[in-house]
């Protein structure tokens, strides 16, 4: 099967040789294209046809503060889950205004921390509600709302409906009126997310109508947010398409302009995309260092456990690989072979890639893997007493920099009292 390179269709690297790369910052590496990130910011910020919108990159995709900078630069505001996450925000340079917290069961110290921070908070239960209102009396006040319906890549990251924990549901809302008179809280902002990873409008765009219409009970909203979950062709290599923004521009815009028509006060709307903006600006680059056949099966073993990068082994996640021998990119329109790609953690579940058909790999070669920069970095552990790799960015200008260095053994002691 002839397959196009992603790598080299989009000069990824900018002539930088991966082997060098791994030589300068160690190996495993995370590789991020700004101008790739640049564009994704950028069709995130126009997925709208209406002035007052506004993409929240949401940060936990990567909250590497120098990307969050870069999306600042490209005009986004940010959603926060967790006073980590805004303290990040406020390095990068986000104003309070640019911040929206939508925490998940959070704590009073964390709830004052966003007051104390001048950050406008999303709460998603009654519980929640009525703890805010005690701390913040006369405030203002965002609610998240459960659509009644979800979507995503898998069950572990569908976040609306009935199965999930997330949300305030609609036969709630007369205990969200009743805590708002309580404590004469100001409901000046609506939330909603449906899940992670939809390759199609439609879930998306019934959802945003169906909250629309939800959201004309409210007198006072400043501004309503449908959420993220915006998905990315992992299967590049094999010509998956990509989520068709222009559809979703279109109807978006439509039910936004008729929304506004009848409600009359001035609303900023928001999207929350994470994923979208950053998954395909990053590479996670790794060493192979062993090759073994065990019976049927043929491993190659490389330094990228779910260590680095957890989403093949938390939710069967399918990342595309490209494979570099003495710094040539492997065609793959020659043999293949079926091998099973792992890494160097104490699981037999650390597999990255199971029966992948993939150009032959030796000791010393080089792996891409793909679609790497959301979900990647953030979701890295210690385990296995492992150090976290480094982030370099491949700068507009071809340049690399090291935007997060490599821990040492010495970070790994870090917290201990002896
Ligand atoms: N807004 C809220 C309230 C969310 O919970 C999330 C993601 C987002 C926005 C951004 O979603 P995105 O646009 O990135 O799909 N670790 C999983 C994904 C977990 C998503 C959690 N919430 C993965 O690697 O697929």
Partial sequence: MKTESFLQKTNFLAGHQPEELLAQYGSPLYVYNEQIFRDRCHDMQSLVDYERFTANYSIKANSNINLLA???????????????????????????????????????????????????????????????????????????????????????????????KFGISMDQMDQVQTTLKRYQLHLVGVNQHIGSLFMEPQPYLEAARHFLSLAEQFSELELVDFGGGFGIPYHKLEGQERLDL??????????????????????????????????????????????????????????????????????????????FHQGELQATDGPLKTVSVVGNICESGDIIAKHRELPPIVEGDVLAVLDAGAYGYAMSSTYNNRLRPAEILIQKDGQTRLIRRREVFEDLFRTFEF
């Fill in 70 to 164: 870069i999306a600042r630069e490209e005009g986004m505001y940010a959603d926060a889950m967790s006073p980590g996450e805004i303290l990040f925000l406020e390095q990068a340079g986000y104003s309070p205004e640019q911040i929206f917290f939508v925490p998940n069961n959070v704590s009073r110290e964390e709830l004052q921390f966003a007051i104390d921070h001048n950050v406008l908070t999303s709460l998603d239960s009654i519980s929640q509600l009525d703890l805010f209102g005690q701390l913040n009396p006369g405030g203002r006040v965002a609610i998240r709302i459960n659509p009644g319906v979800g979507a995503g890549h898998h069950e572990k990251v569908v976040t609306g409906g009935k199965k999930t």
């Fill in 246 to 323: 222009q559809t979703l521009k279109h109807e978006l815009t439509a039910l936004i302009r008729g929304f506004v028509a009848k409600y009359k006060r001035p609303v900023l709307f928001k999207s929350e995309p994470g994923r979208y903006v950053v998954a395909e600006s990053g590479v996670l680059l790794g060493t192979v260092h062993a090759v073994k056949q065990n019976d049927a099966s043929t491993f190659v073993g490389t330094d990228l456990g779910f260590n680095v990068l957890a989403r093949p082994m938390m939710y069967d996640s399918w990342h595309d690989i490209e494979v």
